[in-house]
Nanobody, 115 residues
């Protein structure tokens, strides 16, 4: 049974930083893309950032220049460095792994940006 383990969420003041991590269990293989989504109360889940196994990245316009996605393929781990956080970044952040065979979702980690 594969699983994605997320960590790094929490409460931070506007302008602050957080680093999220998501580790795929060893049973999850052939990961083509890992990504971060977020969902705020009353809103649809949206793509924040994604990265391929080769290192190609893409970002939502709202986070470009502030967030950085990276990965460690050997550890099957993806990170999201979030800088210059804004209150509108407040949401539950979900990790996603797209493999050749299946799509896996993490359980989500809460990020709250508030003074």
């Amino acid at each position: 049974q594969g699983q994605l383990v997320e960590s790094g969420g929490g409460l931070v003041q506007p302008g602050g930083s957080l680093r999220l991590s998501c580790a795929a269990s060893g049973t999850i293989v052939s990961i083509n893309v890992m990504a971060w989504y977020r969902q705020a109360p009353g809103k649809q889940r949206e793509l924040v950032a994604a990265i391929t196994s080769g290192g190609t990245t893409n970002y939502a316009d709202s986070v470009k220049g502030r967030f950085t996605i990276s990965r460690d393929n050997a550890k099957s781990t993806v990170y999201l460095q979030m800088d210059t956080l804004k209150p509108e970044d407040t949401a539950v952040y979900y990790c996603k792994a797209v493999t050749t065979y299946y799509v896996y979702w993490g359980q989500g980690t809460q990020v709250t940006v508030s003074s």
